[in-house]
Nanobody, 124 residues
Framework: VQLQASGGGLVQAGGSLKLSCAAS????????MGWFRQAQGKEREFVAT????????YYSDLAKGRFRISRDNAKNTGYLQMNSLKPEDTAVYYCAATPDDLVSGIREYEYKYWGQGTLVTVSS
């Protein structure tokens, strides 16, 4: 499965962005999907994860209440809706997927496939 993240850009603090993660084939519909981010000079960190059917989600503390992960398996696409953005949300955002549905979804090593990342810049 190849993943293509998109939707990043420049936004003012308090604004919103919706990231997309387009997968190359229908197998995406059986995969756990996650979003991670990496700010300049920092380690990559977990943001959110969703199970294959979209019925279960989990968020990091930084994302709770502001971000929403979702997916449309008919379109082989996952999403991350980000609201109330803050300058500290500035980072490259990566989507990832794995066919193993027994994973927690919050650790990088659990994912087999990664997108190339999309840059989100939040100005103050």
């Amino acid at each position: 499965v190849q993943l293509q993240a998109s939707g990043g850009g420049l936004v003012q603090a308090g604004g919103s962005l919706k990231l997309s993660c387009a997968a190359s084939d229908r197998n995406f519909g059986t995969h756990v999907m996650g979003w991670f981010r990496q700010a300049q000079g920092k380690e990559r960190e977990f943001v959110a994860t969703i199970n294959w059917s979209g019925t279960a989600t989990y968020y990091s503390d930084l994302a709770k209440g502001r971000f929403r992960i979702s997916r449309d398996n008919a379109k082989n696409t996952g999403y991350l809706q980000m609201n109330s953005l803050k300058p500290e949300d500035t980072a490259v955002y990566y989507c990832a997927a794995t066919p193993d549905d027994l994973v927690s979804g919050i650790r990088e090593y659990e994912y087999k496939y990664w997108g190339q990342g999309t840059l989100v810049t939040v100005s103050s």
